[in-house]
């Protein structure tokens, strides 16, 4: 049985003080929270963020990274940076960054890559323009994706990766795709995934959801067999909005480990 995962990604909001205040206060509210859990401050905040969460049960994780290890390349952050601030996992692939930095499969794959090596996890997400869904190309939008996205994946390196389906006309809309729509695609994702992996490797991946959960229809989101958590975005920003999601227990059992 997967476990659930919930992670918080706060995108451009807070300054230090703020984040901190956050990240205390979910480290308390969450300390007997039963699944896994990441929270993804701005790069500035991290280093405030990361003595908070440590040895918690709260994950330190980072919202983009450059495809390169270092050098020349000016306003980026590097994965040897990130490990130097003792991040674990770092998102890739989001669709801000796909299509407000035009962020395409070969770049997204080779910043998967980097982070692999560099021993981080990955959430790597995927998701269909809202014209891609109305053109019925849904399915084929994530495939392409998640195929591109894990091209040299190894299947050990797997483990360390957590797909998020976020449809891009969800994010931020408050427009959430229908439990059943999201089920199907988190399914079709599962089947992609046990044809470049194997079936026993689809079975134990985590596919989250994202795009406008809120505590209200958390549950019936992370009710569907395929669904296991959640990236969320703006009911991320607070405590009143995040611990319930981070509480919803759609009907699994939690405990274990990622
Ligand atoms: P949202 O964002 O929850 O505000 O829709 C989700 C995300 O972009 O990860």
């Known amino acids: 049985m997967r476990n659930y995962y919930i992670a918080g990604n706060w995108k451009m909001h807070k300054t230090r003080a703020e984040a901190a205040a956050l990240a205390s206060a979910l480290v308390t509210q969450l300390k007997d929270g039963k699944h896994q859990y990441l929270v993804a401050p701005s790069f500035t905040s991290l280093e405030t963020v990361a003595p908070?969460?440590?040895?918690?049960?709260?994950?330190?994780?980072?919202?983009?990274?450059a495809?390169?290890?270092?050098?020349?390349?000016?306003?980026?952050?590097?994965?040897?940076?990130?490990k130097d601030l003792g991040v674990q996992a770092v998102i890739l692939g989001h669709s801000e960054r796909r299509h407000?930095?035009?962020?395409?499969?070969?770049?997204?794959?080779?910043?998967?890559?980097?982070?692999?090596?560099?021993?981080?996890?990955?959430?790597?997400?995927?998701?269909?323009?809202?014209?891609?869904?109305?053109a019925g190309k849904?399915?084929?939008v994530c495939e392409t994706?998640?195929?591109?996205?894990?091209?040299?994946?190894?299947?050990?390196?797997?483990?360390?990766?957590t797909i998020a389906y976020e449809p891009v006309w969800a994010i931020g809309t408050g427009k959430t795709a229908t439990p059943e729509d999201a089920d199907a695609i988190h399914a079709y994702i599962r089947q992609v995934v046990a044809r470049l992996y194997g079936a026993d490797k689809a079975q134990q991946i985590l596919i989250q959801y994202g795009g406008s959960v809120k505590p209200d229809n958390a549950a019936q989101l992370m009710a569907k067999e395929n669904i296991d958590g959640a990236l969320v975005g703006g009911a991320a920003l607070n405590p009143e909005t995040f611990v319930p999601i981070a509480n919803t227990c759609g009907g699994r059992s939690g405990g274990g480990v990622l």
């Open 52 to 65: 908070l969460v440590k040895g918690s049960n709260i994950r330190l994780g980072a919202q983009n990274m």
């Open 67 to 82: 495809a390169e290890e270092q050098g020349a390349h000016t306003g980026e952050i590097s994965v040897l940076q990130l």
């Open 100 to 134: 407000t930095y035009h962020e395409d499969d070969a770049l997204i794959n080779k910043k998967v890559k980097l982070a692999l090596q560099h021993g981080l996890e990955v959430i790597l997400c995927v998701g269909e323009l809202l014209s891609e869904r109305e």
């Open 138 to 140: 849904a399915q084929e």
């Open 145 to 161: 994706q998640t195929v591109k996205g894990l091209a040299g994946v190894s299947a050990a390196d797997l483990a360390r990766v």
